[in-house]
T-cell receptor, first 114, second 110 residues
Framework: ETGVTQTPRHLVMGMTNKKSLKCEQHLGHNAMYWYKQSAKKPLELMFVYNFKEQTENNSVPSRFSPECPNSSHLFLHLHTLQPEDSALYLC?????????????FGPGTRLTVT | KQEVTQIPAALSVPEGENLVLNCSFT??????LQWFRQDPGKGLTSLLLIQSSQREQTSGRLNASLDKSSGRSTLYIAASQPGDSATYLC?????????FGTGTRLQVFP
């Protein structure tokens, strides 16, 4: 596989469930990102990891918990979500560091919270 | 706080037309500006990236310009095709963040 992959592509979960989203990049990058895209709103940055260290948490509720075990993998653990958390969750990667490198996006996970 | 606006929000044109999509941003202190394409329910595909020191970038039928001082960028699509139908997103890079606009939804009909 090449580029940035995300699994699952679609997820339906109840408010009491616990699930995880997975992102994997095959580009040799060292920075990874989670974005949320809600209907009729701009993409919102949620988390940034640079060389496996979290460098950005954009005031995201604690029911979203990211994990970056290595530079190639990024997870988003979900628990006790709300219906308003239904959205497309996009993962991206780029070269690491502080320079403004181009970000490459995965296909997204469409999450529906019932 | 950086804000990115895209006009129009939606556009429907016949095949063959030349198009201009607009993006404006409030803070001119940007590193770069990127145009993306998003197909329904899918991720983002990067089309063009313009560094802050550049004025334009071209790829095939696409040409993007940047006027940093006025806070504007345009994406020009020549000889549009039905396959160009998608949402086009503009994003500016401030420090370590990409700030996105809400997009222009384009439909090109045969």
């Amino acid at each position: 596989e090449t580029g940035v992959t995300q699994t699952p592509r679609h997820l339906v979960m109840g408010m009491t469930n616990k699930k995880s989203l997975k992102c994997e990049q095959h580009l040799g990058h060292n920075a990874m990102y989670w974005y949320k895209q809600s209907a009729k709103k701009p993409l919102e940055l949620m988390f940034v990891y640079n060389f496996k260290e979290q460098t950005e948490n954009n005031s995201v509720p604690s029911r979203f918990s990211p994990e970056c075990p290595n530079s190639s993998h990024l997870f988003l653990h979900l628990h006790t979500l709300q219906p308003e958390d239904s959205a497309l969750y996009l993962c991206a990667s780029s070269h690491g560091g502080t320079a403004p490198y181009e970000q490459y996006f995965g296909p997204g996970t469409r999450l529906t919270v019932t | 706080k950086q804000e990115v606006t895209q006009i129009p929000a939606a556009l429907s044109v016949p095949e063959g037309e030349n198009l201009v999509l607009n993006c404006s941003f409030t803070d001119s202190a940007i590193y770069n500006l990127q145009w993306f394409r998003q197909d329904p329910g899918k991720g983002l595909t990067s089309l063009l990236l313009i560094q802050s020191s550049q004025r334009e970038q071209t790829s095939g039928r696409l040409n993007a310009s940047l006027d940093k001082s006025s806070g504007r960028s345009t994406l020009y699509i020549a000889a549009s095709q039905p396959g160009d139908s998608a949402t086009y997103l503009c994003a500016v890079r401030n420090t370590d963040k990409l700030i996105f606009g809400t997009g222009t939804r384009l439909q090109v009909f045969p």
